[in-house]
């Protein structure tokens, strides 16, 4: 069984807007949340699957991949052809939905709230996704693409820490280092999260004044990606600590190179075979005979039967594409078409008639009768 489509899992169209996409999530995520639904495994199950869609659909770069990929943009096809890498984990469900509803909304109920050592810890920094084109040459015979986009870096002047040399880590005075703050109306206690510190307990005594404290600059960084020989459209190739930084100098992301092979003018492709059209003399099919034929890395010799009709498709084995983890190279099927020529000469016409004689149909005697005109006239 196949993925569930994550509009659907979160019950908006296809065109739907951000703002439609996060209030369908709020709704859903307060459905489905394990807090709510105590020893319910059903209902974490679906928390987590919205909560996997939410973190798709709502960033533009990945919701683009998805729309034009599928679950193929972000997932390995367990060892098939079309996928060459597992994609970077999905953010915690939990870290989404506290997001989406921020530390106080959670800490209401209950289920909201991050420890002090969460929001302080290092983090794993964003995979990033880049959609690369290349022609069916190039894929015929593997390539490397330089690339450049623009990327988080962790800041060199703080190591992505964050704060200025020599300063540190204070004690939130909003909070007193506990991460919350108490609200009190009547008979009601509301404990949400410090927004000062996040929830941390801390903040930084001297922020860094190259990063702002976020322990990251924005960057136009380059990549050399090798494309093996044979490679599909949609297949994606994975650039190990290419993507964002980590947060509190937590390890970087992956960058995710989607591949798609532009059509070709001349051939069609399915899986490793490849599919042409090829005109040949009528002489030639009808009497059999060699056409020289244009194949992905040249001209080959073709052997045409004797009687071959038109539409008939005959294969070239070993000239279609190469399979990437063999090399072992598919077939070109070249479809026959007959080039009928629009002139003939008085020879070409005259053995033309003594062979439909033969077959007893009829021809057009009358353009014979011109042509006989033509060529007397032409004689004086």
Same mark, same amino acid.
Request: proline share 3%.
């Given at each position: 069984?196949?993925?569930?489509?994550?509009?659907?899992?979160?019950?908006?169209?296809?065109?739907?807007?951000?703002?439609?996409?996060?209030? &369908?999530?709020?709704?859903?995520?307060?459905?489905?949340?394990? $807090?709510?639904?105590?020893?319910?495994?059903?209902?974490?199950?679906?928390?987590?699957?919205?909560?996997?869609?939410?973190?798709? *659909?709502?960033? &533009?770069?990945?919701?683009?991949?998805?729309?034009?990929?599928?679950?193929?943009?972000?997932?390995?096809?367990?060892?098939?052809?079309?996928?060459?890498?597992?994609?970077?984990?999905?953010?915690?469900?939990?870290?989404?939905? !506290?997001?989406?509803?921020?530390?106080?909304?959670?800490?209401?109920?209950?289920?909201?709230?991050?420890?002090?050592?969460?929001?302080?810890?290092? /983090?794993?920094?964003? +995979?990033?996704?880049?959609?690369?084109?290349?022609?069916?040459?190039? &894929?015929?015979?593997?390539?490397?693409?330089?690339?450049?986009?623009?990327?988080?870096?962790?800041?060199?002047?703080?190591?992505?820490?964050?704060?200025?040399?020599?300063?540190?880590?204070?004690?939130?005075?909003?909070?007193?280092?506990?991460?919350?703050? /108490?609200?009190?109306?009547?008979?009601?206690?509301?404990?949400?999260?410090?927004?000062?510190?996040?929830?941390?307990?801390?903040? *930084?005594?001297?922020?860094?004044?190259?990063?702002?404290?976020?322990?990251?600059?924005?960057?136009?960084?380059? &990549?050399?990606?090798?494309?093996?020989?044979?490679?599909?459209?949609?297949?994606?190739?994975?650039? !190990?600590?290419?993507?964002?930084?980590?947060?509190?100098?937590?390890?970087?992301? $992956?960058?995710?190179?989607?591949?798609?092979?532009?059509?070709?003018?001349?051939?069609?492709?399915?899986?490793?075979? *490849?599919?042409?059209?090829?005109?040949?003399?009528?002489?030639?099919?009808?009497?059999?005979?060699?056409?020289?034929?244009?194949?992905?890395?040249?001209?080959?010799?073709?052997?045409?039967?004797?009687?071959?009709?038109?539409?008939?498709?005959?294969?070239?084995? $070993?000239?279609?594409?190469?399979?990437?983890?063999?090399?072992?190279?598919?077939?070109?099927?070249?479809?026959? +078409?007959?080039?009928?020529?629009?002139?003939?000469?008085? +020879?070409?016409?005259?053995? *033309?008639?003594?062979?439909?004689?033969?077959?007893d149909v009829s021809v057009n005697k009358r353009a014979h009768f011109f042509q006989k005109l033509k060529d007397k006239l032409d004689e004086l």
């Amino acid at each position: 069984m196949g993925k569930e489509d994550y509009y659907s899992l979160l019950g908006v169209a296809k065109g739907a807007s951000a703002d439609e996409i996060k209030k &369908a999530y709020r709704k859903m995520a307060l459905k489905y949340h394990p $807090d709510k639904n105590p020893g319910d495994k059903a209902a974490e199950e679906n928390f987590k699957k919205i909560s996997a869609a939410y973190d798709i *659909l709502q960033d &533009a770069d990945k919701r683009a991949a998805y729309d034009r990929y599928g679950h193929a943009a972000f997932e390995s096809d367990g060892g098939g052809q079309r996928t060459y890498s597992h994609s970077g984990n999905f953010r915690n469900a939990a870290d989404i939905f !506290s997001e989406v509803f921020g530390g106080g909304f959670g800490d209401i109920f209950g289920f909201g709230g991050h420890s002090q050592a969460s929001h302080s810890r290092a /983090s794993r920094g964003s +995979d990033l996704i880049y959609g690369l084109q290349i022609s069916l040459k190039e &894929a015929f015979t593997g390539v490397e693409k330089n690339i450049k986009y623009r990327r988080r870096v962790q800041c060199k002047a703080c190591g992505g820490m964050g704060a200025e040399k020599g300063s540190k880590r204070i004690t939130c005075p909003t909070c007193g280092g506990s991460g919350f703050t /108490s609200i009190s109306q009547g008979f009601f206690h509301m404990q949400q999260t410090c927004s000062r510190c996040g929830g941390s307990g801390s903040i *930084l005594e001297k922020p860094c004044n190259v990063c702002g404290g976020s322990g990251a600059v924005i960057e136009e960084s380059k &990549a050399k990606i090798k494309i093996p020989a044979g490679i599909y459209g949609g297949s994606k190739l994975r650039l !190990s600590g290419y993507g964002e930084a980590g947060q509190n100098g937590g390890p970087t992301g $992956d960058l995710y190179a989607v591949v798609n092979v532009a059509d070709d003018r001349f051939f069609e492709r399915n899986g490793d075979d *490849l599919y042409c059209s090829q005109k040949i003399p009528f002489a030639i099919a009808a009497l059999g005979g060699e056409v020289e034929v244009e194949t992905i890395d040249g001209k080959c010799s073709l052997k045409i039967p004797e009687g071959t009709q038109c539409g008939a498709v005959l294969r070239m084995k $070993d000239q279609g594409m190469p399979r990437v983890a063999s090399g072992v190279r598919g077939s070109q099927y070249v479809r026959i +078409d007959i080039d009928v020529p629009k002139k003939l000469s008085r +020879d070409q016409r005259e053995a *033309l008639e003594k062979f439909a004689a033969t077959l007893d149909v009829s021809v057009n005697k009358r353009a014979h009768f011109f042509q006989k005109l033509k060529d007397k006239l032409d004689e004086l």
